[in-house]
Structures are given as C-alpha cells and as structure tokens.
C-alpha cells in the first residue's frame, strides 16, 4: 500500500523536496502526504515545475499551497515570466536575477531585478525576512533595531527554521530544461 510506504518512508528521512506541477498546483496525492510529513516533523523545501509550459501559474500554485497546505511557505524565489517567456530566477534573499541564455539552463547571466518586478520582488523579500526573523530571535533584533543582517545570517536563520519544521521556503523552475534545479539544490 503507498500509504504506509510513504509514512515508513517519512520515519526516517531528513527532509523533502515536494514538486508541484506548475500547471496543476497542489494535486489530490499531495495533501495526505503533506500530512505525514507534517506528522513526522520532516521539514521540507517546495519547488513549483514546469513554468515554462502553458497554463502555468506561480502565483496560482503559491495560493494553493497557502489554501490547502500551510501557511508557513514563502517564496524564496520569484519566477522571470511564464508560460514561453519563462526565462529566469529572482532571488529574493540575494536581491538578484538569474536569466536564462539557452534552452538547458548551462548559461546564465546574473543581474539586477528587472525594473518591471522590484516592487512585486520587494513585497515578497520583506514577507521573506519577515517570516525568517519571527523564527530567529537573534536576527529579529538586529532586523528590528535597524541593523544590517548579512546574506550568511540570513542563509543560516532560513535553514534553521526550515530544519525545525517552522518555514517552507518555495523554489521554481523547470527541471526538465534544467532551470531552477541547481538553485533548488543550492
């Protein structure tokens, strides 16, 4: 029965990877094993696929993992387009984009956020952060006294609250041109 390999499976591992179809969003399968995972603490990383094909929806999928999943995901990255004018990354962490030269994802080109996506980048890197310092009292007093939090401070809350089961940090990309993936694995 899947079932109870999926909860044998959960026992044990240190954390997981859940791939919605950016098309589909959050799909029937998906919540009952959210549910284990939410059972066995396992902490979990989200990645939204297949952006590049038509009918995908990023912000659609982010929705649904908010509706019918957790609250606690936010998008650590924010996708350049969609559909075919899929063609990149924004890190919101970074504050940069990755844009993609070539169909396999091998040439990228690191720049600054598109003029047309900072404030839509902004919104989503202050609910970012914000989310990040409400789960590590160090970084929420440097953040809230003022003081400068470095990308290395940032990196290392993130992944504490993430160990811990308190965030789910959500990546996109499409894995079958190879965009996103190192990224996601990163």
């Not at 696929?49 to 924010?78: C, M, W």
């Not at 940032?154 to 789910?168: I, N, Q, T």
């Amino acid at each position: 029965d899947f079932t109870v390999e999926v909860k044998r499976s959960l026992r044990v591992l240190d954390g997981a990877v859940v791939i919605f179809d950016g098309v589909a969003g959050v799909e029937p399968q998906s919540e009952p094993n959210w549910r284990y995972a939410d059972d066995y603490k396992v902490p979990r990383l989200c990645f939204i696929n297949k952006l590049d094909r038509t009918g995908a929806d990023f912000y659609k999928d982010v929705a649904s993992i908010h509706e019918r999943l957790t609250n606690h995901a936010f998008p650590a990255q924010l996708p350049i387009g969609q559909e075919e004018n899929f063609k990149g990354i924004i890190d919101l962490l970074q504050e940069k984009a990755f844009i993609y030269k070539d169909d396999l994802g091998k040439e990228i080109e690191e720049t600054d956020i598109p003029a047309d996506m900072k404030d839509q980048a902004a919104k989503y890197r202050h609910e970012l952060l914000e989310a990040i310092a409400g789960n590590d009292e160090a970084v929420m007093n440097k953040y809230l006294g003022g003081e400068a939090v470095s990308l290395a401070e940032w990196k290392a809350a993130l992944r504490r609250a993430v160990v811990g089961s308190h965030m789910v940090p959500i990546f996109c990309g499409s894995a079958l041109k190879n965009k996103g993936v190192q990224f996601l694995l990163d």
